[in-house]
Each structure stands twice: as structure tokens, then as C-alpha cells.
């Protein structure tokens, strides 16, 4: 972690003050020690140049798996394409060159395919995530002088209030236990007149005829390692088929969920066959693994957001339902 992350940091229990002890810096970036709270005197470790504030054991254990599986499966830098880079600013409707200069947060990191985007503005980021995905991200992204990664909960986000000007949070709060609590708790992470940009599964009647809804009750259960093994077997099978069905002229690109494999061939084209492959694998796995899926209504989003007290508030259907908000 860079020294000037202190500057917002705050102990999730009391919110007191942390200062580091043992630490073992190298060229700027504190690589080991410990963040002790100068009100209650907990202690957070520091391993490997990022602050823990969570246990390593959590219900969030399969995304960490798959994302030190498939650390740079998704990075545009790794594909050659701007897919994170166009979700991301489609999503927030922010331009790039806003970002520049302002301190970001990024919740549920995962390997830091938004992350990557954002430090490519100038922006100054925290990345956070539950689960020892903040291992694949550092790995991807750091040492980087704009850039840390803390390992954190949602619900208890280790930071004083209203230290940053952006705040993004894509593909996450669905697969957290209680989701409005998720929702909840970004508001505050900003600044007076920062901005907010959530996305969440839509809840929708088709969702009923979804497979994965039907398997999710006996894949989650599954330990991840072997589910893994599973997907990788039916993958290969899978893919080829729902491929047919995609063709298929009016129903076909809704008949193909019918087949249990993401498949990314109609969205990005410009993937390779291998590329393809290997983006079914991870978000089938990802389909089936977490512990929490909970799609969420338009009608939702927008009281959350009045709740919250946002201002401008947009809630939008773009693949994902999109809520964007002003503090």
C-alpha cells in the first residue's frame, strides 16, 4: 500500500485513526506489517502490499478462486479490446477525462479489469474486494503509485466518510447477503456532489426459465475446485450447441439461454475461438459458484437511491440495470 492511503483509511469497527507498525516498506509501497486502530487498538494485517480487514475464509471464496485462475482472462491490455473500457464508461456515463486527478473507488475489484480502465485516466484508485481476488488484482496492477488494493467488507468499508469523488461498483451487490445493505453503504463513500454508478442483475420474469436458477440450489454447494473441473468438462460440449440455437432466426439469441454455458460469441464477435472458450469457462463458473445471486427491479433501485439521498438519479436497463446517482 502507498503511505498516502492513510489519509483515508479509518478502522471498520469504531473508525478511529490507523497508524502502521512493522512495516516493511520497498520503494514506496508498504509490502508487510500491520494497521493498528488508535481508539480500539484492533490490528489488520498487511500482506503482500494490501491491507486485510476480512478474514481469508468468507462466503466470497469462489470469486477469489476464479480470479487468481483467470487473473488476466478480461484485462483489455490482455485481449486487445476496450470491452471493460466501454462497459464501464457506457455504465457511468462519466468521460474518461474527468477522472483525471480524482480519487476513485472500485468495490468488488475481482482482478482489476475496471481498475486497469480507471488508472489509465490519471485517476488516484482504491480497489477493494471481499475475497483474495485483491491478490490477482495487485499481481495485474501494482506496485502503481496511483493505485491500492484493500481487501474489505462492503458493509464495513475501512475509509473516513465522503473521501472520494467517483465510486463505481459493477457486476457485485447481487452476490452479497443482504443487497439493499450494499447498496446503502456507497453514498457515504463519497463527497459532496460525487458520483455513484451501481449495476445489478435485473430481476425479470424470464429469469424463471433460466437453467441456472434451477441448478444454482445444488452448484453452489459444490466446493469451487471441483465445480471448476465440472465446467471445464461441459464447457467444450456445451458451447457448440448454444452457438446453434444463437443462429436460430428471431427466438434464437433467447432460445441459447436455454443452454446452460455463458456464451460471448454474439456480444463480442472480435473474441477469438480461444478467447470465447475460455470467457465461457470462467463466467459459467461464475454463474453457478457464488453463494448469493439476487437480481434486483428497476422500481428497487430507485428507492434505494431515494433513500440514500442521491440526487440525479437514473435507473436504466443496458444488459445490466444501471443505477447512476449524484451525492
Known amino acids: 500500500m502507498n503511505v498516502d ?5 479509518a478502522c471498520p469497527n469504531c473508525r478511529g485513526a490507523l497508524a502502521v507498525f512493522r512495516a516493511h516498506e520497498e520503494l514506496g509501497d508498504i509490502e508487510s506489517g500491520a494497521l493498528t486502530c488508535q481508539v480500539c487498538s484492533h490490528s489488520f494485517p498487511i500482506v503482500r502490499s494490501v491491507p486485510r480487514f476480512v478474514s481469508a475464509d468468507n462466503y466470497a471464496g469462489n470469486f477469489g478462486f476464479q480470479w487468481n485462475r483467470f487473473r488476466k482472462t478480461q ?38 479489469r475496471f481498475a486497469e480502465v480507471t488508472l489509465s485516466t490519471g ?9 483474495s481476488a485483491v491478490d490477482a ?38 452476490h452479497t447477503p443482504d443487497v439493499k445493505k450494499a447498496f ?14 451501481v449495476d445489478v442483475y435485473p430481476k425479470l420474469r424470464l429469469n424463471l426459465l433460466w437453467p441456472k436458477y434451477w441448478l444454482r440450489p445444488i ?31 428471431f427466438v434464437g439469441r433467447k432460445l ?30 461464475d454463474m453457478f459458484g457464488p453463494a448469493y445471486d439476487q437480481p434486483q427491479s428497476e422500481a428497487t433501485l430507485r428507492s434505494w ?13 443496458s444488459g445490466q440495470l444501471i443505477a447512476r446517482g449524484t451525492r
Do not use: M
Open 5 to 9: 492511503l492513510l489519509e483515508v483509511l
Open 75 to 112: 484485462l483489455d491490455s490482455h485481449i486487445g479490446f476496450p470491452i471493460s473500457r466501454e462497459r464501464l464508461f457506457s455504465s457511468s456515463g462519466w468521460a474518461p477525462q474527468e477522472l483525471n486527478g480524482k480519487r476513485v473507488l472500485d468495490v468488488g475489484c475481482g482482478s482489476g
Open 123 to 131: 485517476a488516484r484508485l482504491v480497489a477493494v474486494d471481499y475475497s
Open 137 to 174: 488484482c495487485f499481481a495485474n496492477l501494482g506496485p502503481h503509485p496511483r493505485l491500492d488494493v484493500v481487501q474489505a467488507d462492503v458493509y464495513s468499508l475501512p475509509f473516513r466518510p465522503a473521501q472520494f469523488d467517483y465510486v463505481y461498483c459493477l457486476g457485485v451487490i447481487q
Open 184 to 197: 446503502l453503504s456507497l453514498p457515504p463513500q463519497l463527497r459532496e456532489g460525487g458520483k455513484l454508478t
Open 219 to 249: 452448484t453452489k454447494r459444490i466446493e469451487p475446485p471441483r465445480l471448476f473441473r465440472i465446467v471445464k468438462r461441459l464447457v467444450p460440449l456445451l458451447l457448440p450447441v448454444s452457438d446453434i440455437i444463437s443462429r436460430l432466426p
Open 256 to 285: 441459447r439461454y436455454a443452454v446452460p454455458v455463458v456464451n460471448h460469441r454474439p456480444a463480442f464477435p472480435q473474441l477469438s475461438r480461444q478467447q470465447i472458450r475460455e470467457w465461457a469457462v470462467l463466467d459459467t463458473f
Open 305 to 317: 437511491s431515494r433513500e440514500a439521498g442521491l440526487r440525479d438519479v437514473s435507473v436504466f436497463r
